[in-house]
T-cell receptor
């Protein structure tokens, strides 16, 4: 099976702009989670989507939002970009077919630089 | 809180020696404890995971132990090799797709 893919891989934006990142999960996986990775804060959970519904959300401001489509592909949007939003944004997919915690497989990430 | 504390932050070992990384978690609802390896410029790769109904799991040179009473789990790498050099992250997970990560351990294996 093909792995998790993310587009674009690199992005440069200026403060105040908005950005949309895309994630295609492994075929058959229904859950997509998003994480922000920075040198200072490490890997931080943003949100998780399952069957087009946001099931869990991390401690990020409302400028960070996401959605999931019927084919399980997911997008995340960041509005009114700030310098501190510069980071590697990772998505991870999991099958979500058991009650216990699921293995998550990461995509290559989108590196966002805000100038 | 839902923090995961990971120690040490850096670990230097001689090739062939063992490496141990320890994590402590606080969320009693956590039932899943994966370990990821991330090489520079690459995505985190799952190397081993353990669920709350198991105390120990081994895969070749890698093993993980879980003590639910004490709320800590550890990664053990035996016979380390230069290609084991990377940043290792522990995490705690629940049933809702959320992983809380430790701060990471930079492992350097010197030949």
């Amino acid at each position: 099976k093909a792995g998790v893919t993310q587009t674009p891989r690199y992005l440069i934006k200026t403060r105040g702009q908005q950005v949309t990142l895309s994630c295609s999960p492994i075929s058959g996986h229904r859950s997509v989670s998003w994480y922000q990775q920075t040198p200072g804060q490490g890997l931080q959970f943003l949100f998780e989507y399952f069957s087009e519904t946001q099931r869990n959300k991390g401690n990020f401001p409302g400028r960070f939002s996401g959605r999931q489509f019927s084919n399980s592909r997911s997008e995340m949007n960041v509005s009114t970009l700030e310098l501190g939003d510069s980071a590697l944004y990772l998505c991870a997919s999991s099958p979500r077919d058991r009650g216990l915690g699921e293995t998550q497989y990461f995509g290559p990430g989108t590196r966002l630089l805000v100038l | 809180g839902e923090n995961v504390e990971q120690h040490p932050s850096t670990l230097s070992v001689q090739e062939g020696d063992s490496a141990v990384i320890k994590c402590t978690y606080s969320d009693s609802a956590s039932n899943y404890f994966p370990w990821y390896k991330q090489e520079l410029g690459k995505r985190p790769q799952l190397i081993i995971d353990i669920r709350s109904n198991v105390g120990e799991k081994k895969d070749q040179r890698i093993a993980v132990t879980l003590n639910k009473t004490a709320k800590h789990f550890s990664l053990h790498i035996t016979e380390t090799q230069p290609e084991d050099s990377a940043v290792y992250f522990c995490a705690q997970g629940d049933s809702w797709g959320k992983l809380q990560f430790g701060a990471g351990t930079q492992v350097v294996v010197t030949p």
